[in-house]
């Protein structure tokens, strides 16, 4: 056990940090005041980024081109949860709503991994049968 330890360090390191990320969330959200002749006074949501609900998250809003209508309210968000890694992969075609969820990394690099270690196994199995 020790001996596959000093061989995927990095790679276990990185499994366990996706699996340590998929507790929380913490996101930089950007929100507008924006003055509205019929409901006066509305808040939205301009942009987010960062880790939400599972899943490596960029968001901007249809309200971007407004900022000089209102003001702009910054906060960083954080919250603990259940694990969760995610849904699928969505908005890869709009700019606008990019969400990567957290089992395809980490689908990557725990076959990285298996991999690896077989490909190690198969060449120690060839090492030790050529010196037979």
């Known amino acids: 056990m020790i001996a596959f330890l000093k ?34 006074e509305l808040t939205v949501l301009d942009r987010r980024i960062g880790l939400n609900e599972g899943a490596f998250c960029f968001y901007v809003s249809d309200f971007s081109g407004m900022a000089g209508r209102g003001d702009t309210d910054v906060q960083l968000v954080t919250e603990f949860h259940r694990p969760l890694f995610g849904g699928t992969v969505g908005g890869l075609r709009s700019r606008k709503d990019v969400s990567i969820p957290l089992w395809l990394p980490l689908a990557v690099v725990v076959g990285w991994i298996v991999f690896r270690e077989l490909r190690w196994r198969e060449r120690r199995a060839k090492a030790a049968q050529a010196a037979q």
């Open 7 to 40: 061989r995927r360090w990095f790679l276990l390191s990185c499994a366990v940090l996706m699996l340590g990320c998929s507790f929380f969330d913490v996101t930089k959200d950007t929100s507008l005041q924006l003055m509205n002749a019929t409901f006066g």
